[in-house]
């Protein structure tokens, strides 16, 4: 939350305030997980922007459990591979997740939570 510099604390109100973000964020769809289906390590991704999935960071495991449980009843397409060689669960779903955009040194897909 911002305020001018020189106007005063408001009392009652936030009249004056406004919320920046501080974090650029988009929407990606979920093709996969590695891990435990109800407790994903870890997703694969498709941005809008690429033709092969990627892998997220790791999941936070409260993070894990919701998704999990939105992943618990779609099906299974068989094992895939990243174009880094890393093997993932291949689902059939239209879950989307929140993702930070261009987080990290080697762009990490950063999953904020599930859409």
Known sequence: MVKPGRSPYPFGGRTLWRKIRHADT????VVGFVGARRRPRRLALLPDTESRPRLSAPLDAALAARIG??????????????ETGET????????????????????????????
Not at 74 to 82: C, I
Not at 92 to 114: I, K, S
């Open 69 to 82: 449980a939105l992943l618990a009843d779609a099906p299974t397409t068989g094992d895939h591979r990243t």
């Open 26 to 29: 988009t929407d990606t769809k």
């Open 88 to 115: 993932y669960t291949a689902l059939a779903t239209e879950l989307v997740v929140e993702v930070l955009a261009g987080t990290g040194r080697h762009g990490t897909l950063t999953v904020v939570r599930a859409r």
